[in-house]
């Protein structure tokens, strides 16, 4: 920062400030460039298999027949007398427990297969909800959502903290001119030395139609939220 700070004149009192608010751009960067990377067929698959065998379990215990029920009580006892406590099924008349550690070091629980049963209704229900967001790419959402953010802090600092016009000016050949051109390009090939000029001067005059100047720095968080609802 140190270095940025000295090629853009930014006080050295306020370097640090800056740079986490950098450093949040960044990260917000890197999340949605590793999203990116995912292979989004192979989550579909297995949101879809996930759902289906919560249905098909879920079936299963909610057609569980009163014999079944002491067959698994008659099971547990057995396993208790043979000195194996846990896991085991006791109780009958449609309120059967199942008694479990989740670690060795942990003690036991018990839970009523009726609540498994809403744990995996849920639980399916949560992959259902899923499979909207298993897209590369989001509904209203850029195609760059990262470095929209990235550059999105970089205009706060400029002109919030800064208190600099954000005026964009790129040469024939792509290269930035004004300072808050040359900023976004340095601030973005610190974290990506692959992006385009291009990228960053397309992505930058968006950022720049789209976002409003906060009086402080508090106001970040509400202000990256509102400049993301623009694209809902």
């Not at 930014?10 to 949040?24: N, S």
Request: glycine share 6%; hydrophobic share 40%; proline share 5%.
């Amino acid at each position: 920062m140190d270095e940025i700070g000295a090629d853009f004149g930014i006080p050295a009192e306020m370097r640090d400030e800056i740079g986490q608010v950098l450093e949040f751009g960044a990260s917000e960067y890197a999340c949605e460039t590793e999203r990116a990377a995912h292979d989004f067929e192979r989550i579909r698959k297995e949101l879809h298999a996930l759902d289906q065998a919560a249905k098909s379990l879920l079936n299963a215990l909610a057609n569980i027949s009163l014999q079944t029920q002491r067959i698994l009580h008659e099971a547990g006892v057995g396993r208790s007398l043979k000195g194996f406590d846990l896991p085991r099924v006791t109780g009958t008349d449609n309120a059967p427990l199942l008694h479990y550690a989740a670690s060795p070091n942990q003690q036991p629980l018990s839970i009523p297969l009726a609540d498994i049963g809403s744990i995996l209704a849920a639980l399916g229900q949560c992959a259902i909800d899923a499979r909207p967001a298993a897209r590369a790419s989001r509904k209203g959402r850029p195609e760059q959502q990262g470095l929209w953010d990235l550059l999105h802090m970089g205009f706060q600092v400029w002109a919030s903290v800064l208190g600099r016009p954000f005026k964009l000016d790129w040469a024939s050949d792509g290269h930035p001119i004004t300072d808050a051109a040359q900023f976004s390009v340095r601030i973005a090939h610190v974290v990506d030395q692959s992006l385009t000029l291009q990228q960053i001067a397309t992505a930058s005059r968006k950022v720049r139609e789209m976002s409003f100047q906060v009086s402080n720095l508090a106001e970040l968080p509400n202000a990256l939220e509102h400049y993301r609802k623009q694209f809902e």
